[in-house]
């Protein structure tokens, strides 16, 4: 059943509107919620959604409770590719909770909200940027950690990171929906604009665990691969950045394990035919994050890399 969670007019005839999936069976009231399209430019969490949808529908025996499906909290995003919520010029994960008497888009994040209040576990899923690649991980803060860790090892996730709470804007969905006691996982994977197919199918077994966790899924599971789970506060991830601009070519594939001082990869500069700089792991560890788009200035984002003696 396709239900409209908010709506709203918009200027020439036209209807703005937030729709979720909600498939039902069984007697149990636990739900489960899957959302994602809050940044228009993250296209990851559509192949999960329908993937998900499919399974379920096919085993549907095998569901007690009921499972929700946002596929576009963003819709205006999703259309036109944008990051944001176009001519509004917002990051629609910098507005929640909302406010139901405020602008056209908080009114949406305060419904949003209000309609996902009380689940049993929300999961909140994103893409990165076009310019970075991310293995499939959960992001936590560390004030919700002790409610939401045990959960985020059965998501079939290769990382766990722990964020501390300098690191966690508090506007965003998840933080809203973690402080009103609802449990939230944020999913962070895969590149913006594209869909990773490998990567979609780790999240869709790992979202099923999740579901048998709580008690509303019965068919069979696959077994969660065992995260590794980083803190910041035990400073496990190095950042690598460009000291000059070009091309980058990796020298590397991503999550893959390195040593310090290995070569990640190098700029080069395609008029003089130079190599402007060949970039060096800066610790042992696992490449979680690589560049994925070539072009590259100062100070760009090359990888990030998880100490893994420290997880």
């Not at 409209?4 to 005839?13: D, F, Y």
């Not at 990051?83 to 994960?93: A, I, K, W």
């Not at 070539?294 to 090359?302: D, E, K, Q």
Request: glycine share 8%; aromatic share 6%.
């Amino acid at each position: 059943m396709i239900k409209t969670v908010t709506s709203a007019e918009l200027p020439v005839n036209e209807i703005f509107s937030v729709k979720k999936q909600i498939i039902k069976n069984g007697r149990s009231h636990k739900r489960v919620c899957i959302v994602t399209g809050t940044h228009g430019d993250e296209l990851e969490g559509q192949y999960v959604c329908w993937s998900l949808i499919q399974k379920v529908r096919e085993n549907i025996a095998q569901l007690d409770g009921i499972l929700e499906i946002y596929p576009a909290l963003n819709p205006l995003g999703v259309n036109s590719m944008s990051r944001g919520v176009p001519q509004f010029d917002l990051d629609m994960n910098r507005i929640f909770p909302g406010n139901k008497n405020g602008t056209f888009v908080e009114y949406t994040a305060s419904e949003i909200i209000n309609d996902m209040d009380g689940a049993d576990v929300v999961v909140d899923i994103h893409a990165s940027n076009i310019f970075l690649t991310e293995v499939p991980q959960v992001r936590v803060n560390v004030e919700s950690v002790d409610n939401l860790l045990e959960l985020a090892k059965t998501i079939n996730c290769d990382f766990i990171w722990v964020h501390s709470a300098a690191t966690v804007l508090e506007s965003t969905l998840a933080y809203s929906l973690n402080s009103i006691d609802t449990p939230t996982l944020v999913v962070e994977m895969g590149v913006g604009m594209r869909i990773t197919k490998e990567y979609g199918d780790q999240l869709v077994s790992g979202i099923l665990s999740l579901m048998k966790k709580i008690g509303i899924w019965k068919g069979k599971t696959e077994e969660p691969r065992t995260p590794f789970v980083g803190r910041d506060e035990d400073n496990c991830v190095s950042f690598l950045n460009a000291d000059k601009s070009g091309v980058f070519l990796p020298a590397i594939k991503h999550w893959t394990d390195v040593e310090k001082n290995q070569e990640i990869g190098k700029i080069i500069n395609p008029l003089s035919g130079e190599t402007e700089e060949i970039l060096k792991s800066p610790i042992a560890g696992k490449v979680f994050t690589l560049r994925e788009y070539p072009i590259v200035y100062a100070g760009s984002l090359i990888a990030r890399v998880l100490d893994t003696s420290k997880t």
